[in-house]
């Protein structure tokens, strides 16, 4: 079965240099936002940044558990510098319906493998990437 576990573990590091832009993306648009959205959407951005860590944080000791190595680069797309609110709220949706279609593959090669404590694992971070899609979107008005 080494080819199913080389394909999870090449997908699972997809996933964490997502979660590696993802936080680095936050923290940035956390620091950046400016106007009266800035009140509500700075600790929303640092938040997101703490989760993107701790997703990342289970996803490299998934990644070391399967006999891989945890990739440290992160995810080459480009951080959109800016101080706009909603320019912030668009790169944040296509950032979380990225990490959640990536996630939604992983469950797929985890099925497999029979290892019910990583698909609960990956199946919550799946759906917290779900409920971060609807929620940026209800704020998009
Ligand atoms: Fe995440």
Same mark, same amino acid.
């Given at each position: 079965?080494? %080819? ?16 590696? =832009? ?8 956390? !620091?950046?936002?400016?106007? +009266?959205? =800035?009140?509500? /959407?700075?600790?929303?951005?640092? %938040?997101?940044?703490? #989760?993107?860590? @701790?997703?990342? *944080?289970?996803?490299? =000791?998934? &990644? &070391?558990? /399967?006999?891989?190595?945890? &990739?440290?680069?992160?995810? %080459? #797309?480009? $951080? &959109? ?11 944040? /949706? ?9 996630? =939604?593959?992983?469950? *797929? /090669?985890? @099925?497999?493998?029979? *290892? ?5 694992? +990956? @199946?919550? $971070?799946?759906? !917290? @990437? ?12």
């Amino acid at each position: 079965m080494k %080819t199913t576990n080389d394909a999870l573990i090449h997908q699972l590091n997809v996933a964490l240099a997502w979660e590696l =832009r993802a936080m680095t993306m936050y923290a940035h648009y956390a !620091a950046n936002v400016r106007g +009266i959205h =800035r009140l509500q /959407l700075a600790p929303m951005f640092s %938040t997101e940044a703490t #989760e993107s860590m @701790e997703h990342g *944080d289970v996803v490299r =000791r998934a &990644v &070391v558990k /399967l006999g891989g190595v945890p &990739v440290t680069d992160r995810a %080459t #797309e480009p $951080i &959109v510098h800016t101080t706009a609110y909603d320019a912030m709220l668009q790169h944040a /949706l296509s950032t979380e319906e990225q990490a959640a279609s990536v996630y =939604r593959s992983i469950l *797929d /090669l985890v @099925e497999p493998i029979d *290892d019910k404590d990583l698909y609960d694992a +990956i @199946e919550q $971070i799946y759906l !917290a @990437e779900l409920r971060s899609v609807d929620s940026i979107r209800m704020l998009m008005a």
